[in-house]
């Protein structure tokens, strides 16, 4: 899962609930990443799930 941080706060719940419920799973912040991080940062959101 690939999600923004935009506050600084490490995620949301709803974020670590998701993570707990699939096995396997791996979580990406992406600091100061706006909703929509696909688009806005879309370099990065390639490059993490490539090496997913």
Same mark, same amino acid.
């Given at each position: 899962? +690939?999600?923004?941080?935009?506050?600084?706060? #490490?995620?949301?719940? &709803?974020?670590?609930?998701?993570? %707990? $419920?699939?096995?396997? &799973?791996r979580? =990406?912040l992406?600091?100061?990443?706006?909703? #929509?991080?696909? $688009? #806005? =940062?879309? $370099?990065?959101? %390639?490059? +993490?799930?490539? %090496?997913?």
């Open positions: 899962m +690939v999600t923004y941080d935009r506050r600084g706060f #490490g995620g949301t719940r &709803s974020t670590a609930r998701t993570r %707990d $419920a699939l096995p396997r &799973s979580v =990406h992406v600091p100061g990443g706006p909703h #929509g991080v696909n $688009a #806005g =940062h879309a $370099a990065e959101w %390639d490059r +993490v799930l490539l %090496d997913f």
